[in-house]
């Protein structure tokens, strides 16, 4: 599998300096010359020459693994320390691990935000337009040195539109497990494993969790398993969809579902922007099905918790409001709402607008008993 990731990604021999890498070590000392000093004697130039540099060596600037590095950052990722919750709150800072995923799971980078089509993080670096608005960003927007470093670039990238496939936080997933189920060997059924976020950060705990995972998308499942594969405590994988999957006697069900049209990940009829056309649909095909199962597969204690929020889609103006519903429709299966935690989220400010500034911004774990 590994072979098969570098061919996806483009990598050369001569591109693997270490296990962990990103293919422009070669051009760092180049890339340290262009400062704020002489981008602000010659912008245009300085972008050019930026830009001329990444088109030669050609890869998406993200980290890179071999087999031999994947299996230590694993390790590293599972003695790293991390913010928990408290006061039904987890603090930011929880961004361990996301590096794993971005490499392991290269269909993440080529799925459509909001089903737009070629704006994906992959999409936007071979564009030569984004490409060098993103470049912009590095040294307008950014102090310090290693302006224009491959992590630099890829965070200005996201900037570039604003939408982007994310991956849910490995760490998160680890401190709001370890918060609602705190017993040994639980049993963890995650409805929607979606790019591993959920799968690593659960696996890691020291509370030995049994993992399941479901995804019907097929490239998801082969990566999943491949990063299973390398796990100290692997879960069990399956390929399946939520509304037909029935679990048996879990003690927590944890996911964060897919949006019936905010993201296309694949043209499979088991996607949920491809079965169900409107939100209706998506409510009685999907969420009250999968609600269904958890709610039979759940053990007396067990609890049953979401990571949703209320979405803008290309479609229309107005945003779909999700969460109210959502609660109501696991009401009406029979289950009682329990509170919510609060995952932060940074914020960032627009240029000269002072409301922003300060203000909390969050998307809730929407917590349900039996």
């Known amino acids: 599998m590994i072979n098969e990731l570098h061919e996806i990604w483009n990598i ?33 130039g300085t972008i050019d020459s930026v830009f001329d540099i990444y088109r030669d060596i050609g890869l998406v600037p993200i980290i890179y693994f071999t087999e031999a590095g994947l299996i230590t950052a ?10 928990g919750v408290k006061k039904d709150r987890i603090g930011l800072g929880n961004n361990r691990g996301q590096e794993i995923s971005r490499f392991l799971f290269p269909n993440m980078m080529t799925a459509e935000p909001k089903g737009r089509g070629s704006n994906s993080l992959k999409d936007r670096f071979f564009d030569d337009a984004k490409l060098k608005r993103a470049i912009r960003i590095c040294f307008e927007f950014r102090d310090g040195t290693h302006l224009v470093y491959p992590t630099a670039m890829r965070r200005a990238l996201e900037l570039v539109t604003g939408e982007n496939i994310q991956n849910f936080k490995p760490l998160n997933a680890r401190a709001i497990v370890e918060h609602l189920c ?20 659960i696996t890691s705990s020291n509370m030995r969790y049994n993992y399941t995972g479901i995804d019907p998308n097929t490239d998801t499942i082969k990566y999943l398993n491949y990063l299973n594969t390398l796990l100290d405590n692997p879960g069990t994988i399956v390929q399946s969809v939520s509304e ?6 879990i003690d927590l069900a944890f996911s964060s579902p897919p949006y019936f049209n905010l993201e296309k990940y694949s043209d499979e009829d088991t996607q949920c922007m491809v079965r169900y056309r409107t939100l209706d649909e998506w409510f009685s095909g999907y969420v009250e099905p999968t609600m269904e199962n958890i ?76």
């Not at 591109?15 to 400062?35: A, C, M, N, P």
């Open 244 to 249: 037909e999957y029935e679990p048996e006697d």
């Open 182 to 201: 705190p017993v040994m060997w639980g049993r963890i059924y995650d409805y929607s494993a979606g790019y591993g976020g959920r799968l690593l950060g």
């Open 74 to 83: 694993i390790r590293d990722f599972a003695s790293t320390t991390y913010h």
């Open 295 to 370: 709610h039979r597969g759940l053990n007396k204690q067990g609890l049953f918790a979401t990571n949703i929020a209320d979405y803008k889609s290309y479609d229309r103006k107005e945003p779909y409001e999700v969460c109210n519903r959502w609660i109501q429709t696991a009401e009406n299966v029979g289950f009682r709402f329990n509170g919510m935690i609060k995952m932060m989220l940074n914020t960032r400010p627009g240029v000269g607008n002072d409301k922003l500034e300060g203000r909390e911004k969050y998307e809730g774990v929407y917590v349900f008993t039996k």
């Open 12 to 44: 050369k021999t001569h591109h693997q300096v270490s296990d962990i890498f990103t293919g422009y070590e070669s051009v760092y000392k180049q890339l340290d010359t262009f400062t704020k000093e002489v981008y602000d004697k010659d912008p245009a």
